[in-house]
C-alpha cells in the first residue's frame, strides 16, 4: 500500500479535477471516463483478476512465446505458494477461517463496497476455505505489483508513439486504408500540445520512482514469526531465480519483455 493514498490524491488533483489532464487533453473527458468505469464495473470478473483463470478462459495457455503469462505465472505462483504457506501459520484449517470474523466482515465489505455487491463479478462475499483466502489475497498483491508492472511500466515504450494511443482525435478514425493521405491522419491525430500531454502523461505514469523498492524486498517489518520470517526470505529466494531466469531469455531478444521480471516490479501502486 506504499504512497497509494499519495497517489490516489495526486490523481483526483492532477488527473481526473475539472481541470486535470484527463478533462483537458482526453477525448472521453471526466464524463467519459465515469462512463467508461461504469462499463468497464460492469463487465468485471474475478477470473480475470487471477491471472491463471484469465489465461485459461481468453485461450491463450498454448500461445508461443507469451511473455506477459510465462513472467506473470511464474511470479503468481511464487507468491501464491508464499501466501498459502503464510495462512496456514495463522489459520490451520478451514474452521478457523469460518469463525474469524474480523476476516468475514473484511470480505464482505469489500464486496459490498468495493465491487458493490454484484455476485455477477464471481467476488466471494465470505471465505470458507483457507483455499479461497489464498486465492484471494494473492490476486491482491499480483494486481498491486506485478499487474500494475506489467501494464504501468511500459507505458511510454508503446505509448510515446501517439499513433500507437492518441489520447483525442480531431475527427473521426479513417474506416479504410484506401486514399488516405499523410494531411488525413495529420487532421485526425492530436494537435501538438494535446500530443505532448499524452506523452507526458506515459512518461510520468512509466518512470521509475528514485525510491523504488521491487518485489518482496520491502524494508518494513509487518511480522514477527519466526516462521513467517523465514516463509519471507524464501519467498525472495524464488523472486531472485525467477529474475534470473528471465534475464537469461531476454539475452536472446532484440526486445526483451521486462516488465514482469521481479527485479522491475514495484511492491506497491505507485510512480
Not at 473484511?106 to 467476488?123: P, Q, V
Not at 492518441?166 to 485526425?188: C, M, R, V, Y
Amino acid at each position: 500500500m506504499r504512497f497509494t493514498l499519495y497517489a490516489n490524491t495526486l490523481g483526483r488533483e492532477k488527473l481526473i479535477s475539472e481541470k486535470g489532464a484527463i478533462s483537458m487533453y482526453t477525448s472521453t473527458g471526466s464524463t467519459g471516463m465515469v462512463e467508461v468505469m461504469r462499463r468497464a464495473m460492469h463487465a468485471l470478473k474475478y477470473s480475470s483478476l487471477c491471472l491463471p483463470d484469465d489465461i485459461s478462459e481468453r485461450g491463450l495457455d498454448k500461445v508461443p512465446k507469451y511473455y506477459y503469462r510465462d513472467d506473470g505465472l511464474l511470479v503468481w505462483g511464487a507468491l501464491s505458494k508464499y501466501v498459502e504457506a503464510v495462512i496456514a501459520v495463522f489459520y490451520p484449517s478451514d474452521m478457523d477461517v469460518l469463525v474469524d470474523e474480523e476476516l468475514q466482515h473484511w470480505i464482505s465489505d469489500i464486496y459490498k463496497h468495493g465491487f458493490l455487491e454484484k455476485a455477477s463479478t464471481g467476488i466471494p462475499n465470505s471465505f470458507k476455505s483457507t483455499k479461497e483466502v489464498t486465492k484471494f489475497i494473492t490476486m491482491v498483491i499480483f494486481t498491486m505489483t506485478a499487474q500494475h508492472s506489467a501494464l504501468n511500466n511500459g507505458n511510454f515504450d508503446f505509448g510515446g508513439w501517439l499513433p500507437n494511443s492518441p489520447n483525442s482525435l480531431q475527427s473521426g478514425a479513417p474506416q479504410s486504408k484506401d486514399d488516405i493521405t499523410e494531411a488525413d491522419l495529420l487532421n485526425t491525430l492530436p494537435d501538438i500540445n494535446t500530443s505532448v500531454w499524452g506523452m507526458a502523461g506515459a512518461w510520468i505514469t512509466s518512470k521509475k520512482g528514485a525510491d523504488f523498492v521491487s518485489l518482496g524486498q520491502h524494508s518494513e517489518k509487518y511480522f514477527s514469526e519466526p516462521e513467517v520470517l523465514s516463509l519471507t526470505d524464501k519467498l525472495k529466494e524464488e523472486l531472485k531465480e525467477i529474475s534470473e531466469k528471465i534475464k537469461e531469455r531476454n539475452k536472446e531478444k532484440k526486445r526483451p519483455y521486462t516488465y514482469l521480471d521481479p527485479e522491475k516490479i514495484e511492491n506497491s501502486i505507485t510512480i
